[in-house]
């Protein structure tokens, strides 16, 4: 038996009720969300901001949030936050391409952009500026 809400249209929804998967949700809060992602790092808590401001609702950017702390604990937090800061870059900062992005081990590589080159080798064909002027 259930008690009846006396406000015409209410819920009555009690948590143990709720699958465990609407549980896990319910313990969670934008702010909650966003501090989580800070403590990672920036590009984690740009990540995790993006999805609750880019949402109709921040509740529908949740499962994006927790499985970016799933990916926390399967490849760490230094290759997550790598991972977000190259999906912030490409501007992508959605769970798929975080998730590809350390599958193929993208977050190792340097980021678009500043891949330094190799130095000129010292050689007697090669001028340098002094030559110019």
């Not at 609407?22 to 790092?41: D, M, N, T, Y």
């Not at 290759?79 to 975080?98: G, N, Q, T």
């Not at 080798?121 to 002027?133: F, I, W």
């Amino acid at each position: 038996m259930h008690a009846l809400d006396a406000r015409r249209g209410a819920y009555t929804t009690l948590a143990e009720h709720m699958p465990a998967s609407h549980r896990e949700h319910a313990q969670w809060s934008p702010a909650k969300l966003v501090a989580w992602g800070e403590r990672v790092g920036a590009a984690c808590a740009g990540v995790v901001r993006w999805q609750m401001e880019h949402r109709p609702h921040p509740e529908q950017g949740y499962r994006a949030c927790l499985g970016l702390m799933r990916l926390s604990r399967e490849y760490g937090t230094e290759r997550l936050e790598a991972a977000c800061a190259r999906a912030l870059s490409i501007r992508a900062p959605l769970y798929k391409s975080i998730s590809s992005i350390l599958a193929a081990g993208l977050d190792r590589q340097h980021t678009l952009g500043q891949q330094q080159l190799p130095a000129m080798p010292a050689h007697e064909n090669v001028r340098g500026p002094g030559y110019y002027h």
